[in-house]
């Protein structure tokens, strides 16, 4: 969950993006050659970020807050509607959806809209010359919480989608905000959204629905309501500007060397609410040039259970003038990947192979939590990120593991280092 978008550091490739550390140099500069292959890539930056989350969130605020910020500094800005409401207001009802049929046919219809839109402003930004926010009200796996499994594979086989395509491979990011009725019940009304009609109970059951949902993405954040909603408000803020490269005192997450046994794994279903298994490769590639192209790397992520399933993507480190970095990411295609591993792989560095495990669990005080475990494939190094809510968050270790010691902004764990050990 922790990988593209864009975020600057002062270490290397992958501390950068898992510790979201930004550099503290105003605004993003538009890239209009890259060192490596610059015919192939845009030539400005472009981010899809979805704004999800239960009834009674703060979407509809966050959005125009969000929408003014970066307009503000020079970023086109375009919202996808929410295609749903869309259908709503148009006179579709929950009594349509009794029949399960009528569900896949419902939501088949609903992710062709959703994909449709968004589809259409991306087509429309690219007359823009500034970088883009292209912000979904929504966006394709929030259906999944609103379906029986078997009704939403049903659904993904009628429209020959995958998960991982409509999950991975769309957005750069996925901001999730808690609804009210999960920490600040007394501020939970159905009066934002006409068409609503959850009752507390529901929207938290949907809220956590939706969590899992989008579980797995290389750049999901929550956003809870451990604070008052304008103070929520500003975390999102500091969200999107790491986001897009923006000044930010957002630190994503804290790194710890962890104690793994086969066990723990193993364990993890039971612990967990929800757990996610994904292979990573990452391959980096030569500079051309000095030292001031910076790093590169492409990346190969899958779920073990649909190896045949692909998302691809490319990250730049470049340093600039200041002593920070400025990390950017992107999602590239498989034709994109070959060509860079063929022409461009450096071969003083070895294939990093990672094994993730992405996990949802709730701690004493029944508030979910989040972290990863990376296990380095050749290399006997076990890692635990534990992901942070805000900037003065210091989140939480599971009980159910051990750690030996932290290694946060430590660049020797970083895959970026790993890379250049020796071949065994």
Request: overall charge negative.
């Amino acid at each position: 969950r922790f990988d593209m978008a864009t975020a600057a550091s002062t270490e290397g490739a992958e501390a950068a993006a898992m510790e979201g550390r930004v550099a503290e140099s105003p605004g993003v500069k538009e890239v209009t050659r890259h060192p490596l292959f610059d015919e192939q890539l845009p030539s400005k930056p472009v981010y899809r970020i979805v704004i999800t989350g239960g009834p009674c969130a703060g979407k509809t605020t966050s959005m125009a807050r969000i929408t003014d910020f970066l307009r503000s500094r020079g970023f086109r800005v375009f919202v996808v509607p929410e295609a749903a409401t869309m259908l709503w207001k148009g006179g579709a009802t929950p009594d349509d959806l009794a029949e399960a049929e009528n569900r896949i046919m419902f939501q088949e219809k609903l992710i062709g809209l959703q994909m449709t839109l968004e589809e259409s402003f991306a087509a429309i930004s690219d007359m823009s010359a500034d970088p883009v926010v292209i912000m979904a009200d929504r966006g394709c796996m929030d259906g999944w919480a609103y379906m029986e499994s078997s009704e939403w594979d049903l659904m993904l086989k009628k429209i020959n989608k995958s998960e991982l395509e409509l999950r991975d491979t769309r957005y750069n990011a996925v901001i999730h905000l808690v609804t009210a009725a999960l920490g600040a019940e007394p501020h939970y009304s159905k009066t934002s959204n006409e068409t609503r009609y959850e009752p507390p109970e529901q929207a938290r059951e949907v809220d956590v629905k939706l969590q899992k949902a989008w579980m797995g993405h290389p750049k999901q954040y929550v956003i809870d309501n451990r604070s008052n909603f304008e103070e929520k408000l500003s975390r999102v803020i500091d969200v999107v500007a790491q986001l897009v490269g923006l000044p930010s005192t957002f630190r994503r997450c804290r790194k710890f060397v962890l104690k793994l046994a086969d066990s723990d794994l193993a364990g993890l279903q039971e612990h967990c609410q929800t757990v996610k298994e994904f292979s990573v490769e990452k391959i980096y590639l030569s500079p051309s040039g000095d030292a001031t192209n910076g790093t590169h790397f492409v990346r190969r992520r899958w779920s073990p259970e649909a190896p045949n399933l692909v998302a691809f993507g490319l990250t730049s480190q470049i340093p600039l003038e200041s002593g920070e970095v400025e990390e950017t990411k992107q999602i590239v295609t498989e034709h994109l990947y070959n060509h860079l591993v063929v022409n461009h792989k450096d071969p003083k560095r070895i294939l990093v192979k990672q094994s993730r495990w992405c996990c949802m669990w709730e701690d004493a005080d029944k508030v979910l939590q989040y972290f990863e475990i990376h296990k380095y494939n050749g290399e006997s190094l076990d890692l635990l990120y534990v992901q942070l809510s805000d900037a003065t968050s210091t989140g939480k270790i599971p009980p159910f593991l051990s750690v030996t010691e932290e290694v946060t902004g430590m660049a020797k764990y970083s895959a970026n280092q790993l890379s250049l050990a020796l071949p065994t």
